[in-house]
């Protein structure tokens, strides 16, 4: 146990030490940003419907919020496991080995160590959004739903996690690892309907991305993002309250029918077990 908490904590400070990390971390979310106030800030609604419903600035404010913090988490998983790759390339990882302890250990530790970083940058990343959201002038989650935020954030984190250690136990280069983060996460990015809503998309791809993790995650933020504002909404009679929630993704579908917070939250943790297991797989096929 002392080994993999000295590992992860190695990770950890490894992390916030080097600033060029935490500014790719980052970069996701501040083009994200960049790119919804420049130009998509008025793409989802015209004109007419924002001058009769105001509140719809406040419901894309916290819209994006949400999938800001999701990308953000996943980023800075990636960064953070990404010290794998880079202690095999210095062969601190062989070293590891050479000492006398199970190699299992060494692994929960970069594992720790990463969704440790990922977590902390989330929690920072929260912080963030509820400036935003304030300087907006859009009402901030209530405490209850703050704190469903958090829980929702560590799921993220942990799946996102799973994800990047999936990519980092093989034995991928510095750069070859760098370059499918990136692939990733720009992907990531268009899964979690960060970029366009949900219902934009077609009928098939909408039921590709519900059977991905990511558009759960998403969806678990933005429904507690949004509890608020939604609440104070009062849409014209020609526009159903539900039907709004799906095409935004605040409430998942899966093959036409309602997907439930808890079976959301079930089905991200059953695609982290299996990025995991994947992982593991791997690193056990090595070391045979």
């Known amino acids: 146990m002392k080994t993999t908490t000295r590992i992860a904590k190695r990770v950890f400070k490894l992390f916030f030490r080097d600033k060029s990390a935490i500014f790719f971390t980052l970069l996701a979310s501040i083009i994200l940003l960049t790119i919804y106030l420049l130009f998509l800030n008025r793409s989802f609604f015209s004109e007419q419907q924002l001058e009769m419903m105001p509140d719809l600035v406040h419901f894309q404010n916290a819209w994006l919020m949400a999938g800001l913090a999701v990308i953000t988490a996943f980023s800075a998983s990636f960064t953070g496991l990404g010290q794998m790759p880079v ?22 530790g970069y594992i ?53 250690f999936l990519f980092a136990s093989g034995r991928n280069s510095v750069r070859s690892y760098g370059s499918v983060s990136s692939v990733m996460l720009t992907l990531i990015g268009f899964f979690a309907g960060a970029y366009i809503p949900f219902g934009a998309l077609g009928k ?85």
Not at 205 to 230: C, E, G, N
């Open 204 to 288: 098939s791809v909408q039921t590709f991305m519900s059977l991905l993790p990511f558009s759960h995650m998403a969806s678990l933020a933005r429904k507690f993002y949004l509890a608020d504002p939604i609440k104070s909404m009062n849409l014209p009679p020609q526009l159903d309250m539900a039907e709004f929630r799906v095409f935004f993704a605040v409430d998942m579908e899966m093959f036409g029918k309602a997907v439930s917070p808890w079976m959301s939250a079930g089905f991200i943790l059953l695609w982290a077990l299996l990025f995991f297991g994947v992982g593991l797989f791997r690193i056990r096929k090595e070391q045979d």
């Open 87 to 108: 202690d095999r390339k210095t062969k601190a990882f062989d070293d590891f080995q050479v000492a006398p302890v199970r190699r299992s250990q060494i692994v929960a």
């Open 112 to 164: 720790l160590g990463g969704t440790l970083t990922a977590f902390v940058m989330s929690l920072a990343t929260i912080a963030f959004t509820y400036i935003f959201l304030l300087i907006r002038n859009t009402p901030l989650p209530s405490v209850q739903n703050t704190l469903l935020i958090v829980a929702t954030l560590l799921l993220t984190t942990f799946v996102s996690s799973g994800l990047a």
